[in-house]
């Protein structure tokens, strides 16, 4: 990880009950974290949450990537940086055991089977897990379940903006 800009926003100075001071504290697995974020990949903006609501979640609950997660431990509230993460270091390695050709049968006929649309299958779990068509033929159907970020280095811009325990 190489961190290309960090700094402190300007918080006003309060306490809270007990006397501790809110700018100290520094997220930790279980908290509820509020904060900005964006995520970039050569130099396209992917996701951003600057500009509108801000994103809270609880830290280690599977909410976000949990190899973007581990780049906020530690963090205190106020910190505005970006984080230049390697390939596959925020959304793992490529990996070609992900891609797999399924039979035209296995989708709805109703459904239009585009190459670089993404298609989401319903797990027998409940859970949903997306896939993007690399290829349609007349038989089958070649899907890549890899994250569309794997392999790829990508800029994590977070501002935290607050930390509940």
Request: glycine share 10%.
């Amino acid at each position: 990880m190489k961190e290309q800009a960090s700094g402190q926003a300007c918080l006003p100075h309060t306490q809270t009950e007990g006397g501790a001071d809110p700018a100290a504290r520094a997220v930790r697995l279980g908290d509820r974290l509020t904060l900005h974020y964006r995520l970039s990949c050569a130099g396209r903006e992917v996701v951003s949450t600057f500009g509108a609501d801000p994103e809270t979640f609880v830290v280690g609950a599977g909410e976000i990537d949990p190899r973007l997660e581990v780049h906020l431990l530690g963090l205190p509230v106020g910190t505005h940086t970006t984080l230049s993460l390697g390939p596959g270091e925020a959304f793992g390695a490529r990996d070609a055991a992900l891609v797999h050709r399924l039979p035209r049968t296995d989708f709805d006929p109703c459904l239009d089977l585009v190459v670089g649309h993404t298609v989401d299958f319903s797990l027998p779990n409940g859970q949903t897990l997306s896939g993007t068509i690399l290829e349609v033929n007349e038989t089958d159907v070649q899907v890549d379940f890899n994250h569309p970020l794997a392999g790829l280095p990508v800029e994590f811009e977070v501002e935290v903006l607050a930390i509940e325990a």
